[in-house]
């Protein structure tokens, strides 16, 4: 199982949306292994593609979450600004 940490995932009205205390535990079907695997596979994604995130909520309800990847915009501090 993989917490999500460091990752926002969209929210729009018309659908099931991340919720506080959500476990992401498969990123397009496949079973996540440990934190970093997720940022793999997120990172090895083009961004604008549609990928399905299946979660484990608190109290055991599983559900599948459907957004988009989005494109990392650089940080002042890293541009040195």
């Known amino acids: 199982m993989i917490a999500k940490s460091g990752f926002e995932i969209a929210r729009r ?3 099931i949306v991340y919720k506080p205390g959500d476990v992401i ?3 397009q079907g496949e079973e996540l292994q440990d934190p970093r ?5 997120v990172a090895a994604t083009p961004p ?5 995130l ?6 055991g309800e599983h559900a ?4 988009r990847i989005g494109e990392l915009k650089e940080s002042r501090t890293a541009e040195g600004g």
């Open 54 to 59: 299946d979660v484990v909520r608190p109290g």
């Open 37 to 41: 695997d997720l940022t793999r596979r």
């Open 25 to 27: 535990v498969r990123f």
């Open 64 to 67: 599948t979450l459907n957004t």
């Open 48 to 52: 604008g593609t549609s990928v399905k």
């Open 13 to 15: 009205a018309d659908r």
